[in-house]
């Protein structure tokens, strides 16, 4: 039951939770979490850490949040080398399909991790 209530409140926010947040920095009138420049992320690790940083500002549960991270991070990496990574996250600012295929990364690991 734990898990289902984050269901509502997050399925909502994995793109933003899980990738989006990579593309752009949000504009200063926005309640967006804070995210790291993309310039300034030089390893899946650093990603990892930057999205633990973003769960936790949308008030998850650490243990939940963690391993949406971990899950989506190792199929990102599973997938692609960090700098094929950061080129497909740059791709995705000016393109809706690149960005979606990110998102659905993140919304798969949801799943998985909703319904363990």
């Given amino acids: 039951m734990k898990k289902f209530q984050y ?4 399925l909502g926010l994995v793109a933003t ?3 989006v947040p990579l593309l752009a920095a949000p504009k200063p009138s926005t309640k967006a979490p804070s995210v790291t420049p993309i310039a300034t992320i030089n390893s899946f690790e650093d990603y ?8 936790r500002q949308q008030g998850l549960a650490d243990d939940v949040g963690l391993d949406i991270c971990k899950c989506t991070m190792t199929q990102f990496r599973s997938q692609y080398n960090i700098q094929q990574f950061r080129n497909l996250v740059q791709k995705a600012k000016a393109d809706k399909t690149t960005a979606r295929k990110l998102s659905e990364v993140g919304e798969a690991c949801f799943e998985k991790v909703l319904y363990e």
């Avoid at 269901?7 to 997050?10: E, I």
Wanted: with cysteine; proline share 0%.
């Fill in 7 to 10: 269901y509502g409140a997050f």
């Fill in 17 to 19: 939770i899980c990738t």
């Fill in 48 to 55: 990892q850490k930057d999205c633990l940083k973003r769960v």
